[in-house]
């Protein structure tokens, strides 16, 4: 979302990432600082990388780099390159740790893997001049929301079942307490009269007895969207399903011009009295 919104629109002056994924923010950093310096070192990670031909020695080498990356104290350009290297490398470009905290998705069989692209280090470099970068929890970007902000929210998504629970990409659990959180904040901000866009699953299209979120954001507009799912370790379960969209304007078009309608918290309760 972050670089589609700063490629389309050039008037975007400042923006701000947050992410509790300190690898993450350390990459991004890194790209931000010192592209050329990421693409030299991931340069010499792939020669080696690629001079390796047998697939259970190329396995080593991923398991080796792997531990390196969960255990060492590694300087911000290594942790950046074993973050992007892993990233390509592993089992259908997952991130996902453990309980505590260290990164544990198998090797991938990728005859060829690009490893990485410098020319989008280096373009993502130059939208990253206009971004703070921050790493921590989500209610940290409060002091940065004004009236004039958009603000979209990612977060680890709630399991469509029991079995398909995947929303480890920090050793700390997102669970529905966290997602309690979230719409309280979501609600918090939507009275400052900024927009605000939040996706997650819909739960209620795996079970239609499931509205938790439905529920929860029942102030709010909630639309349904198509997505596609690549990650699944049956082919079979890939393919198109429904997410929502959750936000606190709606856009209507008069005149051959689209303008916002706000919706706020105080808003839709003051109607509901009414």
Known sequence: M????????????????NDLNSSLINAY????DTPTFLVEELQKIKTEYDSIKKESDRKTFYLNIRTRF???????????VYFIFLNHTCFNGLYRVNSKGEYNVPFGKYR?????????IYADSELLQRATLLNGDFEQIEKYVTPHTFVY?????????????????????????????????????????????LSNADCKGADPHDTFLDDLYKDFYIERVY????????????????????????????????????????????????
Do not use: W
Not at 168 to 192: C, V
């Open 2 to 17: 972050f670089f589609f919104m700063l490629q389309k629109f050039p008037n975007i002056k400042s923006a701000v990432i």
């Open 29 to 32: 950093q890194t790209i931000k």
């Open 70 to 80: 969960n255990r060492e104290n590694l300087s911000a350009i290594e942790n950046s």
């Open 112 to 120: 060829n893997p690009s490893i990485y692209d410098a020319e989008t």
């Open 153 to 197: 929210f990612d977060p680890p998504y709630r399991p469509l079942t029991e079995t398909s629970s995947f929303n480890s990409y920090a050793k700390e659990k997102f669970d529905d307490r966290e997602q309690i959180r979230l719409r309280n904040f979501f609600r918090r901000l939507s009275d400052r009269q900024c927009l605000l866009m």
């Open 227 to 274: 997505a596609t799912r690549m990650v699944n370790a049956n082919p079979d379960k890939r393919g198109f399903l429904t997410e929502l969209l959750i936000r606190n304007y709606t856009t209507l078009r008069t005149d051959n011009k689209f303008i916002s309608q706000h919706h706020s918290y105080e808003q839709s309760a003051y109607r509901k009295r009414i």
